[in-house]
C-alpha cells in the first residue's frame, strides 16, 4: 500500500497493482476514486475537460458534511459511514501536509415547530438543544447539533486530494474530453479531444451532469442550483435544513466582491437546468435563512449557479454500464459525504477484475 489514505477495511494492500485506471471527470466522484486508486497501487490516469473543481456542482463555494438530512433527519447508515471516511480522509490529508479545507465544527438543524422537535428527540448521535439562542441562532422550537458534521472549502478538498493523487503516481490531464471508449485485445482505449489515446484496464465515468455525448451512460436529471454569497461573521455551526449555509473564507474575495467574513446561503433547485436564475430566487435563501439567523442582512454580494446530477432516486449510481467500464456520480447533492467510501468500495470491487477480452 502507497503512503496515503488510510484503506477501507476490505482493500487489499497494492491490490490494483499493475492495473491502468482511467477516471474521466475530475469532480468530487472522480478526484476521490483516483487517490484511492492510486493509493492501492493502480497507474491512475485522470482527465478533465476544464480544470479541477472549476466547474460543475463539485465547484459550489462550500459543501456539507451532514449525515442528518431531510426533515427526519434520521441518519442512513452510509450517510453516516460518509461522514466518518470523510474525516478519516482529512487526517490522513494533514498527516501528508496538505490543507485540506475541512472543518469539523459543527452542523446545526433548527426545528420548524413542535411536532418537528417531537420527532427528533428520538435521534441518536446528536446534541439535543432546547428553544432559545446558540450563538446568532435563534431556535424557537429547539434542534439539534451534529457534532461529528461540518464543512468544506471543495477547492481546497479537491486539489488537496489530487495533489495526493499525484504524489502517489496519479497523472492529470485537464482540458482534454474523453469522446470515446473503445475495446480492443487486451484493454480499453479512451479517445479524447486532443487526438490522444488512454489505455486502461478499467474506466470509471464520473461525468456529473455533463453530456455523454457518445460514451456509454446512465440516463440522469439534470438540476440547478444556486448559493449567495452575503457579508455575515461569527457563525459558530453550519445550517442544515430547507436552506443550509455555512462560513466561506475564499468565494467573495475570489469574486472580486470584497474581504471580510461571508456566509454561503444554498438551497433553491431549479428543472429544468437551463431555466435562468431570477432574482427573487436568491432572494428568498436569504429570507429563509434569516428563520434561523434573524440579523442576517439582505446584501447579496455574489452568486454561484451549477447543474448537479440526480437518478431516480436520491442514492449516488454505481454501476458498470459496459465490460470494465463503470458509471459513477448522481449524488443528488451528497457527493463530498459519500464520494470517499464509494471510492474505497469500488477500488475493492476492481481487485481481481479480469482484463478486457
Known sequence: MR????????????????????????????????WAAATAGAAVTLIDSGRVAAQGASSVPVALVNPHRGRTARASDADLRG???????????????????????????????????????????????????LG???????????????????????????????????????????????????????????????????????????????????????????????????????????????????????????????LAVGGNHREPAEAPIRTEDAESLLTSARWALPTLGDEIRAVWTGVRARGSDPEPIVRQVAANVWFVGAFAGRGFLRAAPIAEDLVQAWTGLPRPA
Open 3 to 34: 503512503p496515503g489514505v488510510p484503506p477501507g477495511p476490505d482493500v487489499a494492500a497494492d491490490g490494483l497493482a499493475g492495473r491502468r485506471v482511467v477516471i474521466v471527470g475530475a469532480g468530487v466522484a472522480g478526484a476521490s476514486l483516483a
Open 83 to 133: 461522514a466518518a471516511t470523510l474525516w478519516r480522509w482529512a487526517d490522513a490529508l494533514h498527516a501528508r501536509g496538505y490543507a485540506h479545507g475541512a472543518r469539523r465544527d459543527g452542523v446545526v438543524r433548527v426545528a420548524s415547530d413542535e411536532r418537528q422537535r417531537r420527532a427528533w428527540e428520538g435521534l441518536d448521535g446528536v446534541r439535543h438543544v432546547g428553544p432559545g439562542s
Open 136 to 262: 446568532p441562532f435563534r431556535l424557537r422550537h429547539g434542534g439539534f447539533v451534529v457534532d461529528s458534521g461540518g464543512w468544506l472549502d471543495p477547492r481546497a478538498w479537491l486539489a488537496a486530494i489530487v495533489a495526493a493523487a499525484v504524489a502517489d503516481g496519479a497523472r492529470v490531464h485537464e482540458g482534454e474530453r474523453a469522446e470515446r471508449i473503445e475495446g480492443v485485445p487486451g484493454c480499453l482505449i479512451v479517445h479524447t479531444t486532443l487526438g490522444a489515446t488512454r489505455s486502461a484496464d478499467v474506466v470509471a465515468l464520473c461525468i456529473g451532469a455533463s453530456p455523454p455525448g457518445s460514451l456509454p451512460f446512465v440516463p440522469v436529471r439534470r438540476i440547478a442550483g444556486e448559493v449567495v454569497l452575503t457579508p455575515f461573521g461569527g457563525v459558530p455551526h453550519a445550517l442544515a435544513g430547507g436552506v443550509y449555509a455555512a462560513p466561506v473564507d475564499h468565494g467573495p474575495t475570489a469574486t472580486g466582491s470584497g474581504g471580510g467574513p461571508h
